[in-house]
């Protein structure tokens, strides 16, 4: 069952290894088009670079020759990897993607039930945070850029936002979630299969919540204060169904009300 669902998601077995030097402190090496063996290396610190910088201020915020300077390399060794700032975002963007899709990978695909899965998630996010926080900085900011101009990434359960709706530089950008919001509604699926969730949930219904969850904690992970991770210990409670201690009603208190799913109607006499 696991072989279908990496097969369903090519991208997520691409690796793509960051550079070892702390983010921030990079200090120049060279000017200019790099030497051939240095290239991938070079290529590589200037897509964390990018990941860095387009999350801390905006896609409209910096400049090539700002990222540039801050990679350690002269602007035009930057033009000889990406035609355009445009094309310098979307491989940003997409190795976001992929590295998210390493942790799903490793954290969620590993384990055949819903409730491994979903607390899987959970520690994705978790690994995120605590060792690769570039890579959750950069996926809020997408979402920021996206509601500020249309609809945003990956919410709902039908193909991306058509062209047009969203920033030009976050369309191409979002080729790249394509097979982890693909991904997202094959594990929904399997679940059913195994009448894992409850039987009037329909598909739709569950992937939206799963990725407005999603969204949730991306937006929660722009703070960085230190309510983050209790945050995620308790998602995990609230998973398990052991986040509300259940009590008897009071007398006089309210009753669930006419149409929820705990509602149930009276019969007519």
Same mark, same amino acid.
């Given at each position: 069952?696991?072989?279908?669902?990496?097969?369903?998601?090519?991208?997520?077995?691409?690796?793509?290894?960051?550079?070892?030097?702390?983010?921030?402190?990079?200090?120049?090496?060279? $000017?200019?088009?790099?030497?051939?063996?240095?290239?991938?290396?070079?290529?590589? $610190?200037?897509?964390?670079?990018?990941?860095?910088?387009?999350?801390? $201020?905006?896609?409209?915020?910096?400049?090539?020759?700002?990222?540039?300077?801050?990679?350690? /390399?002269?602007?035009?060794?930057?033009?000889?990897?990406?035609?355009?700032?445009?094309?310098?975002?979307?491989?940003?963007?997409?190795?976001?993607?992929?590295?998210?899709? /390493?942790?799903?990978?490793?954290? /969620?695909?590993?384990?055949?039930? /819903?409730?491994?899965?979903?607390?899987?998630?959970?520690?994705?996010?978790?690994?995120?945070?605590?060792?690769?926080?570039?890579?959750?900085?950069?996926?809020?900011?997408?979402?920021?850029?996206?509601?500020?101009?249309?609809?945003?990434?990956?919410?709902?359960?039908?193909?991306?936002?058509?062209?047009?709706?969203?920033?030009?530089?976050?369309?191409?950008?979002?080729?790249?979630?394509?097979?982890?919001?693909?991904?997202?509604?094959?594990?929904?699926?399997?679940?059913?299969?195994?009448?894992?969730?409850?039987?009037?949930?329909?598909?739709?219904?569950?992937?939206?919540?799963?990725?407005?969850?999603?969204?949730?904690?991306?937006?929660?992970?722009?703070?960085?204060?230190?309510?983050?991770?209790?945050?995620?210990?308790?998602?995990?409670?609230?998973?398990?169904?052991?986040?509300?201690?259940?009590?008897?009603?009071?007398?006089?208190?309210?009753?669930?009300?006419?149409?929820?799913?705990?509602?149930?109607?009276?019969?007519?006499?």
């Amino acid at each position: 069952m696991l072989r279908r669902c990496t097969a369903s998601v090519p991208v997520l077995s691409r690796q793509w290894t960051a550079p070892t030097q702390p983010w921030g402190t990079m200090a120049p090496e060279r $000017r200019g088009r790099p030497p051939a063996a240095d290239s991938a290396a070079t290529r590589a $610190r200037v897509v964390l670079t990018a990941q860095l910088q387009f999350a801390a $201020r905006g896609y409209n915020g910096v400049s090539m020759d700002q990222i540039a300077a801050a990679a350690g /390399v002269n602007v035009r060794a930057i033009y000889h990897y990406f035609s355009s700032k445009r094309a310098l975002f979307a491989a940003a963007a997409d190795a976001t993607f992929e590295q998210y899709g /390493v942790h799903v990978v490793e954290r /969620v695909l590993v384990h055949d039930d /819903v409730l491994g899965r979903l607390h899987g998630f959970v520690d994705v996010y978790r690994a995120l945070y605590q060792h690769d926080r570039h890579l959750l900085a950069f996926l809020s900011f997408m979402l920021i850029e996206s509601i500020d101009e249309g609809r945003p990434p990956s919410v709902g359960t039908g193909p991306l936002p058509a062209s047009g709706t969203l920033p030009k530089h976050i369309e191409p950008a979002l080729v790249s979630a394509t097979p982890l919001i693909a991904m997202n509604r094959l594990l929904i699926e399997q679940a059913i299969e195994r009448d894992e969730l409850e039987g009037s949930v329909g598909v739709d219904a569950a992937v939206t919540l799963l990725q407005s969850i999603g969204i949730g904690i991306g937006f929660a992970a722009m703070d960085d204060d230190a309510a983050f991770l209790p945050m995620l210990d308790a998602l995990d409670l609230l998973i398990d169904g052991l986040l509300i201690e259940a009590k008897p009603r009071r007398r006089g208190a309210a009753k669930p009300l006419a149409g929820t799913a705990r509602a149930q109607p009276r019969s007519k006499r």
